[in-house]
């Protein structure tokens, strides 16, 4: 699910003109695409910083998908800068799938569904008939126990949603944090202390491993665990 950025990309941004040349390739290939078929090229729709240090990649629906970043990362943004490079370029991505989005509505084009519809295991299978009051009674009462469960969960959901308490996601190696109000981005920092201008290949993993966990963790599947939904 798509992680909400704080997103500042003003009008005079010089990545703006290269983001009107995206929007203007995609309209042409939507027109000329039948509206039966997809879109190609909307699954890593990619955003840099405004040094071009850091790309993120991101699905139409704007979820993160990868990033890279420049070997010649520290001496572009230098330790001090990377993350905020990375909430940037993410944000970018981001803005140039609400693009794509638009131009597909315009064009009568739907947008590919995720990989898997998070609320499909929400979906009640058909009934079983029983012949015996027995199970007709431990069907009905495990069905109660499954709403109970599921409601307790949505509603632990909704307050991790909702609060304005941070938290801390970060990568294995612990190089990059974010910082989560709800399932806002907030901030990003790295651990300048452990890193080396060498590192460019650690530090975009930890990032992408922080992403994808923050990601995770803004959808409804991690909420509902599969002992909860049985």
């Not at 993410?90 to 597909?104: N, R």
């Not at 979906?123 to 069907?139: G, L, R, T």
């Not at 409804?220 to 909860?228: H, I, K, L, N, S």
């Amino acid at each position: 699910m798509m992680l909400k950025t704080k997103r500042t990309i003003a009008p005079d941004d010089p990545r703006v003109p290269g983001a009107r040349h995206f929007a203007e390739r995609l309209r042409n290939t939507v027109a000329n695409t039948p509206r039966d078929l997809p879109v190609d090229g909307l699954d890593r729709i990619p955003g840099a910083d405004v040094s071009d240090t850091v790309t993120c990649f991101v699905n139409v629906h704007g979820d993160f998908v990868d990033l890279s970043l420049q070997s010649d990362w520290w001496y572009t943004v230098g330790p001090s800068g990377v993350a905020a490079a990375v909430l940037d370029a993410l944000a970018f991505a981001q803005e140039k799938s609400s693009i794509a989005m638009a131009i597909l509505g315009h064009y009568g084009h739907r947008a590919e569904e995720r990989s898997e519809n998070p609320f499909t295991f929400l979906q009640a299978a058909e009934a079983p008939h029983y012949s015996d009051p027995e199970s007709e009674i431990a069907a009905a009462y495990d069905k109660v126990r499954r709403t109970a469960s599921i409601v307790d969960v949505a509603d632990r959901m909704s307050r991790r949603r909702d609060t304005a308490e941070h938290r801390v996601v970060t990568g294995p190696r612990g190089l990059f944090r974010l910082t989560m109000a709800g399932f806002d981005l907030q901030h990003a920092d790295v651990d300048e202390n452990a890193l080396s201008a060498a590192d460019a290949g650690l530090l975009a993993e930890d990032a992408r491993a922080a992403l994808v966990r923050a990601t995770r963790e803004n959808d409804p599947r991690y909420w509902f665990a599969r002992e909860v939904v049985g």
